[in-house]
């Protein structure tokens, strides 16, 4: 079925690959865009499709089960993030420390460097972000592994990207002020 689906998924006008990964740790399935691709038209041919498949539900359940949202409060750091020609430049800070990345301009990239950042400004040992998913076209869903646990942090997309991302990866690593990751998964 993978390699099917894996064709199927990749003839969908604006996909540029697709990878299928059913048995490792961080399995799923890996969907790049094409440079200029409407991202809500190729997720809406994306979920029809891996519903037709039987790989999920048509359309999610409004209602959610064990999440409850974090209101949007100070994270206890200034997050910047910067396009760069073939990537992204993250800025993290605090009052007395500053770190930055260079990284590769893909959700799974810049939410590492964030995290990393974020993770050596608060001096807390880092942990890496297996995946970042949009959940309901709305929210940014982002999940941390700390090499015991995972921990997912959640946003809305509507206030933005640098605003949903440092809410989510904030949610992942739970309270900044916080050095360990007690957070239970949400």
Not at 112 to 118: E, R
Request: hydrophobic share 40%.
């Amino acid at each position: 079925m993978s390699s099917s689906l894996a064709s199927r998924l990749g003839d969908i006008p604006g996909v540029s690959s697709v990878t299928i990964d059913l048995e490792g740790f961080g399995r799923g399935i890996d969907v790049r865009l094409e440079p200029g691709a409407d991202e809500a038209v190729v997720m809406e041919k994306l979920r029809a499709l891996l519903a037709a498949y039987g790989v999920r539900q048509g359309r999610e359940p409004e209602v959610s089960l064990g999440r409850t949202r974090r209101p949007v409060t100070d994270p206890g750091v200034d997050v910047s993030i910067s396009p760069l020609p073939s990537g992204a430049r993250i800025e993290v800070a605090t009052r007395s420390v500053k770190s930055f990345r260079i990284v590769a301009a893909e959700p799974l990239a810049i939410a590492q460097g964030l995290a990393d950042a974020w993770c050596q400004v608060v001096g807390r040992i880092p942990v890496e972000i297996v995946r970042v998913e949009i959940e309901d076209e709305r929210d940014l869903v982002v999940t941390a592994f700390d090499g015991e646990r995972q921990t997912r942090g959640v946003s809305e997309i509507g206030g933005g990207w640098v605003q949903a991302l440092t809410t989510a990866i904030g949610g992942a690593l739970g309270d900044a002020d916080t050095p360990d990751l007690e957070r239970a998964a949400s």
